[in-house]
T-cell receptor
Framework: ETGVTQSPTHLIKTRGQQVTLRCSSQ?????VSWYQQALGQGPQFIFQ???????GRGNFPPRFSGLQFPNYSSELNVNALELDDSALYLC?????????????FGEGSWLTVV | AQTVTQSQPEMSVQEAETVTLSCTYD???????LFWYKQPPSRQMILVIR??????QNATENRFSVNFQKAAKSFSLKISDSQLGDTAMYFC????????????FGKGTHLIIQP
């Protein structure tokens, strides 16, 4: 158990819809990052939040957005869903960004876009 | 941009054998960190081992050890006395010091431990 919890576990959405995924970070962790893992691939970095501010972003379009709340939990929002957005979305938390601090992952949210 | 390459899509060994998973990376940075993560069928990423680039000594965690060759940009994982529970996807990952670019992962190696 890493202490990082994600919801929902599985969901199915229709192309063009919007989705919100949620993550509770491990206690004491102030940094949350999100990754997209397509089937058969390694995870790809979407973005990272540190103390409620986005401080890093991967190569994802603006329709991928997020929030981090004062309790350091986080949301990932995806607008105008496309079929290629079907993937496992992983949330990860750590204490402070950088410094090679151990990053703990949740079990992920499976998103299927039909 | 950083890249991580894992050239072995799948490996299979007998229980109790030693296995080495390969990883190479490309970067122009000097301050960075390297990781091996294990992803079992439950899909949760579990940290196996980490290495700071500024440390010459190879990291070791029980049955897991790395061979870090900085000049060659190589970071292989050795698993000794392999166990059935080691069966999983293994991902090599890279992070620049500062961490704002997140982890860059390879495509993974599916390791199967046969009884």
């Amino acid at each position: 158990e890493t202490g990082v919890t994600q919801s929902p576990t599985h969901l199915i959405k229709t192309r063009g819809q919007q989705v919100t995924l949620r993550c509770s970070s491990q206690s004491g962790h102030n940094t949350v990052s999100w990754y997209q893992q397509a089937l058969g691939q390694g995870p790809q970095f979407i973005f990272q939040y540190y103390r409620e501010e986005e401080n890093g972003r991967g190569n994802f379009p603006p329709r991928f957005s997020g929030l981090q709340f004062p309790n350091y939990s986080s949301e990932l929002n995806v607008n105008a869903l496309e079929l290629d957005d079907s993937a496992l979305y992983l949330c990860a938390s750590s204490w402070k960004t950088g410094e090679g601090n151990t990053i703990y992952f949740g079990e992920g949210s499976w998103l299927t876009v039909v | 941009a950083q890249t991580v390459t894992q050239s072995q899509p799948e490996m299979s060994v007998q229980e109790a054998e030693t296995v080495t998973l390969s990883c190479t990376y490309d970067t122009s940075e000097n301050n960075y960190y390297l990781f091996w993560y294990k992803q079992p069928p439950s899909r949760q990423m579990i940290l196996v081992i980490r290495q700071e680039a500024y440390k010459q000594q190879n990291a070791t965690e029980n049955r897991f050890s790395v061979n870090f060759q900085k000049a060659a940009k190589s970071f292989s994982l050795k698993i000794s006395d392999s166990q059935l529970g080691d069966t999983a996807m293994y991902f090599c990952a890279f992070m620049i010091g500062g961490g704002a670019d997140g982890l860059t992962f390879g495509k993974g190696t599916h390791l199967i431990i046969q009884p």
